[in-house]
């Protein structure tokens, strides 16, 4: 699957949040005035918009993010937090954005116990103007001109990296990847469990189907988390495989053989609906797929190396 690796480039990216340099053993945390405000939309979606000042308004986004259970939605765009505190977007085809901020009482946050800064200035009230998000195949629906909101300065923090003080805990992990192209974009699915010391936590499921049209991203995910049985890979020193049945909404099974050392199968009838979408097989010829253990990933997948060094990373 040729997208693959700027998936995999996107999901490390993602999961680091921006910070700057500083001395070991700490890292800076620059000054920021974010905003966000929540509503609910019909069958039981809660939606949100998040944004920031950006000094680069070519480099801002607001996020538009529509969630009910296992399911959500996210959009987003080109577009930031005014000076006026406004802020003002169009989804393509599915909504518009059209706000300005009214302040009604003020908060203040202390930073945490490891960093040093200025308590966060937290401004509480509303958002006012046109707020629409018509979701594809009508999966939520909203109309409002307003929704309770914030406006936060947060301020620069110098933080130190908090230890353990204590033995470190042995982490383990098994990630089953696979993706390929579907409904004009990136479809893909990950199974996936962590050993932290005698705990297991997972396996947890996700498929993701990543779209762009018009300068805006959508991206539609579903994840469910099961149980040991839902999720079984081979036995060390056995050929590489793995068997996956999630529980609902997830459909059916799939099935990953490595063939060669550059070749696997990715096979079964595993499926889900997804919102705005509609079923969508997870399985089959069209996916290419690898299988992770903690930072060593088969050679059946672009980009699936990077994932195991991200890993390797957290768990260092």
Same mark, same amino acid.
């Given at each position: 699957?040729?997208?693959?690796?700027?998936?995999?480039?996107?999901?490390?990216?993602?999961? $680091?949040? !921006?910070?700057?340099?500083?001395?070991?053993?700490?890292?800076?945390?620059?000054?920021?005035?974010?905003?966000?405000?929540?509503?609910?939309?019909?069958?039981?979606? /809660?939606?949100?918009?998040?944004? /920031?000042?950006?000094?680069?308004?070519?480099? &801002?986004?607001?996020?538009?993010? !529509?969630?009910?259970?296992?399911?959500?939605?996210?959009?987003?765009?080109?577009?930031?937090?005014?000076?006026?505190?406004?802020?003002?977007?169009?989804?393509?085809?599915?909504?518009?954005?059209?706000?300005?901020?009214?302040?009604?009482?003020?908060?203040?946050?202390?930073?945490?116990?490891?960093?040093?800064?200025?308590?966060?200035?937290? @401004?509480?009230?509303?958002?006012? &103007? +046109?707020?629409?998000?018509?979701?594809?195949?009508?999966? +939520?629906?909203?109309?409002? +001109?307003?929704?309770?909101?914030?406006? +936060?300065? =947060?301020?620069?923090?110098?933080?130190?990296? #908090?230890? *353990?003080?204590?033995? #470190?805990?042995?982490?383990?992990?098994?990630?089953?990847? /696979?993706?390929? &192209?579907?409904?004009?974009?990136?479809?893909? $699915?990950?199974?996936?469990?962590?050993?932290?010391?005698?705990?297991?936590?997972?396996?947890? $499921?996700?498929?993701?189907?990543?779209?762009?049209?018009?300068?805006?991203?959508?991206? *539609?995910?579903?994840?469910?988390?099961?149980?040991?049985?839902?999720?079984? *890979?081979? @036995?060390?020193? #056995?050929?590489? #495989?793995?068997?996956?049945?999630?529980?609902?909404?997830?459909?059916?099974?799939?099935?990953?053989?490595?063939?060669?050392?550059?070749?696997? *199968?990715? @096979?079964?009838?595993?499926?889900? @609906?997804?919102?705005?979408?509609?079923?969508?097989?997870?399985?089959?010829?069209?996916?290419? =797929?690898?299988?992770?253990?903690?930072?060593?990933?088969?050679?059946?997948?672009?980009?699936?190396?990077?994932?195991?060094? $991200?890993?390797?990373?957290?768990?260092?």
């Amino acid at each position: 699957m040729k997208n693959w690796g700027v998936f995999v480039v996107a999901l490390v990216v993602a999961a $680091f949040p !921006a910070s700057a340099v500083a001395k070991p053993g700490h890292f800076v945390t620059p000054a920021e005035r974010t905003a966000e405000f929540k509503l609910h939309g019909s069958n039981g979606y /809660a939606i949100s918009v998040q944004t /920031a000042a950006a000094r680069q308004p070519s480099r &801002g986004r607001v996020s538009v993010i !529509a969630k009910s259970g296992p399911a959500s939605v996210a959009y987003v765009v080109r577009g930031s937090l005014a000076r006026d505190d406004s802020i003002s977007v169009r989804l393509p085809h599915v909504g518009r954005i059209a706000v300005r901020f009214e302040p009604v009482h003020v908060g203040h946050v202390q930073a945490p116990d490891n960093c040093q800064a200025r308590p966060s200035v937290v @401004e509480y009230g509303y958002f006012r &103007g +046109t707020i629409e998000l018509h979701g594809e195949r009508g999966y +939520t629906e909203v109309e409002r +001109t307003s929704a309770p909101g914030t406006v +936060t300065q =947060s301020f620069r923090r110098v933080c130190s990296d #908090a230890g *353990t003080g204590g033995k #470190a805990t042995h982490v383990t992990a098994k990630f089953l990847l /696979a993706g390929g &192209g579907g409904n004009g974009g990136v479809l893909n $699915f990950t199974a996936g469990s962590f050993d932290v010391g005698s705990t297991t936590v997972g396996p947890v $499921f996700t498929a993701t189907a990543i779209r762009i049209r018009e300068g805006m991203a959508v991206s *539609t995910s579903v994840q469910a988390r099961g149980g040991a049985a839902d999720f079984v *890979t081979s @036995e060390p020193g #056995a050929p590489k #495989a793995a068997e996956v049945k999630p529980p609902r909404p997830f459909e059916g099974s799939a099935a990953f053989h490595l063939i060669s050392p550059h070749k696997s *199968t990715w @096979e079964g009838d595993l499926a889900v @609906e997804m919102p705005g979408i509609g079923r969508v097989a997870l399985a089959g010829p069209d996916f290419s =797929s690898a299988l992770c253990e903690n930072s060593s990933c088969t050679k059946t997948m672009p980009g699936a190396g990077m994932f195991g060094s $991200f890993f390797a990373q957290i768990i260092s």
